[in-house]
């Protein structure tokens, strides 16, 4: 199976980034999952450890994505972040791991003390 989407819907409405396989697989990415798993620099840090929890993104969303070459999709968030690139690889993966992701990233959020107000069912 290739990790290249056939379809890519930037879904303004529902806050959501739409993949869809040759095979089948979908996988609806809110935009704030996106933002605050970002391959960026500035969110997972140059190496493992420099992580940085990324609070208050309930209301981000996408305004534009751009493809960057054959390999990978650059999101423009409102907040104005617009660095790192999302490979195919990285976005299957994300999709693949979204359940296991989400709860991970909840529950840094409660241990940092961080009151997160906004959807609580994705």
């Not at 420099?50 to 409102?78: C, N």
């Not at 709860?103 to 961080?114: D, F």
């Amino acid at each position: 199976m290739s990790d290249i989407p056939v379809t890519i819907r930037l879904r303004k409405a529902s806050c959501q980034v739409t993949l869809e396989y040759e095979d089948g697989t979908s996988f609806d990415l809110p935009f704030e999952y996106l933002r605050v798993y970002s391959p960026s620099a500035e969110v997972r840090g140059h190496t493992p450890g420099q992580e940085v929890l990324q609070t208050g993104k309930e209301g981000v969303r996408v305004t534009s994505i751009e493809p960057i070459g054959y390999y990978a999709l650059r999101f423009v968030f409102d907040d104005g972040h617009d660095t790192g690139l999302y490979t195919w690889e990285y976005l299957y993966e994300l999709g693949a791991q979204q359940d296991e992701n989400w709860r991970t990233y909840l529950g840094r959020l409660k241990a940092a003390g961080y009151d997160r107000r906004g959807p609580t069912d994705n």
